[in-house]
């Protein structure tokens, strides 16, 4: 059977249970499913809100380019990637990344790629929003997110 895809940038939430079954409704052939979830975080009660801007067009591009990256890498039977956009609170849903494929090593490596490539490189802009009320930084990629990310290009 060949490889879904389904790239969505969103405002609204997601449903986890939901894009799982649709990405494995009626294949016998997927033995592995991972997911990913990311969340908002709080930075230990700093942060009030986390806004994401992105480029219309030019994400789903780019994301897709990366999918098919996964795609030629590892013998996946379905990717899934949602990533919201907007104001977000603590707690919040932010990403989800979902693989499939015959087997569980494929499953996990290629969710951890798409997810490095999405926290370093990703066309997307985060703001913080500070529980003072004041609006804190544009937020950059952290050196341990780039150095995970370098390693795909090693292997």
């Known amino acids: 059977m060949t490889q879904q895809a389904k790239i969505s940038i969103q405002q609204e939430t997601f449903d986890l ?11 016998a052939d997927v033995g592995a499913i991972v997911t990913f ?8 009660a700093a942060l009030s809100a986390l ?3 992105h480029y219309p067009g030019m994400a789903e591009e780019e994301i897709a380019r990366v999918v098919s990256q996964a795609q030629a890498r590892w013998p ?5 990637v949602i990533h919201r956009y907007g104001r977000m609170a603590p707690g919040d849903q932010i990403v989800l990344v979902i ?10 490596e290629s969710a951890e790629f798409l997810m490095d490539y999405l926290k370093t490189r990703a066309p997307f802009w985060k703001k913080e929003h500070r529980s003072d009320g004041t609006s804190g930084d544009w937020v950059s990629a952290k ?13």
């Open 76 to 80: 996946l039977l379905g990717v899934t």
């Open 99 to 108: 693989t499939a494929s015959s087997h569980r090593l494929a499953a996990f």
């Open 51 to 53: 806004e994401l801007e």
């Open 17 to 27: 249970a939901q894009e799982m079954q649709s990405l494995a409704q009626g294949r």
């Open 143 to 155: 050196d341990h997110d780039d150095h995970a990310a370098a390693r795909w290009e090693q292997i």
């Open 37 to 44: 979830t990311g969340l908002c975080r709080d930075e230990n």
